[in-house]
């Protein structure tokens, strides 16, 4: 028999009725989670663990890249960006450098920040 649980109950609701650009902004955020979660694990040398989210991380940009519409001009420059920051997730976690890890979740979280105040701007416009 199955637990009811309120907030996994809470969490598929906010997915099932999020807006494409909501469920953008809960990918970033996601990244972000689990970037932060790698670096915990890295310094705690739990290199299983840390493979573990950082290939979340980069499954969560894949998504991104996969999902970008090449007829849109700025496509291609965030495919570009996007590839970057996999190759630095990959590389941070073949050498299990730290810096390489805190210059991919700043760009990610960069890349966040820009989309709150787009998302922002697009409400105020409306």
Same mark, same amino acid.
């Given at each position: ?5 309120? /907030?996994?109950? /809470?969490? *598929?609701? =906010? ?25 915990? +694990? ?16 980069? &499954? ?6 996969? *999902? $970008?519409?090449?007829? /849109?001009?700025? =496509? ?6 996007y590839d970057y920051i996999?190759?630095? $997730?990959?590389? +941070?976690?073949?050498?299990? &450098? ?11 979280? =960069?890349?966040?920040?820009t989309w709150k105040e787009a998302m ?7």
């Open positions: 028999m199955a637990v009811n649980n309120p /907030y996994a109950k /809470y969490k *598929t609701n =906010s997915i099932n009725t999020a807006t494409p650009e909501e469920l953008t902004l809960m990918l970033y955020n996601g990244a972000l989670k689990f970037a932060n979660q790698a670096m915990a +694990a890295l310094e705690a040398k739990d290199y299983i663990k840390f493979n573990q989210l950082i290939q979340r991380v980069q &499954d969560i940009i894949r998504e991104f890249q996969i *999902t $970008l519409k090449p007829q /849109y001009e700025i =496509s291609e420059q965030l495919d570009t960006l996999y190759r630095c $997730l990959f590389r +941070a976690n073949l050498k299990k &450098d730290k810096e390489l890890l805190i210059e991919a979740t700043d760009l990610i979280r =960069s890349m966040r920040d922002k701007l697009a409400k105020q416009d409306q």
